[in-house]
């Protein structure tokens, strides 16, 4: 089967331990339902986040994400078919910060804007490759 894979953006509202955590149960209960992978890097200032399955389902997720009032200004990054899964293992993996990738400072000067689908894709496969 195909796989869409989506990367997006946004700005964290109300950010704290308590609400990441609900987060997270929430997206892993339903991404087990619907068969979507992934992984979501978080900091106060942003999530960055990577969901892949069958497309469908992967459309459906982003457009409940999008609803969300847990953040803001949702902006999608990479949206393209790929040859497979890179997180099949995980329902939504926690990566704790955006080690590989930017710095607050950079994100605050338009660091996200600049990254092309290339590069977000590549933020993701580290991740995966760190965590197999
Ligand atoms: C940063 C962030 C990441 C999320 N990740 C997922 C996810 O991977 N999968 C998912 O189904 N919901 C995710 N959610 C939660 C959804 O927005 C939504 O609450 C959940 O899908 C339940 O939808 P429902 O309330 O319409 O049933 C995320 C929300 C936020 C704010």
Redesign the pocket.
């Given at each position: 089967m195909s796989v869409t894979q989506i990367v997006y953006s946004?700005t964290p509202f109300g950010y704290d331990e308590n609400l990441l955590s609900g987060?997270l149960l929430?997206?892993r209960r339903?991404?087990r339902r619907?068969g979507?992978t992934?992984a979501?890097v978080c900091r106060r200032d942003v999530?960055l986040?990577y969901?892949e399955g069958e497309d469908g389902a992967v459309r459906n997720?982003l457009d409940?994400?999008k609803?969300?009032d847990?953040?803001v200004d949702v902006m999608l990054r990479l949206d393209a078919p790929a040859p497979s899964r890179m997180f099949g293992d995980w329902a939504?993996l926690h990566d704790p910060a955006l080690s590989v990738a930017w710095t607050e400072d950079q994100v605050t000067s338009g660091a996200l804007e600049q990254a092309g689908p290339d590069h977000f894709r590549a933020v993701f496969k580290a991740i995966a490759q760190r965590t197999s």
């Open positions: 946004s987060l929430d997206a339903c991404n619907d979507v992934g979501l999530y986040q969901l997720t409940r994400i609803k969300d847990r953040h939504m």
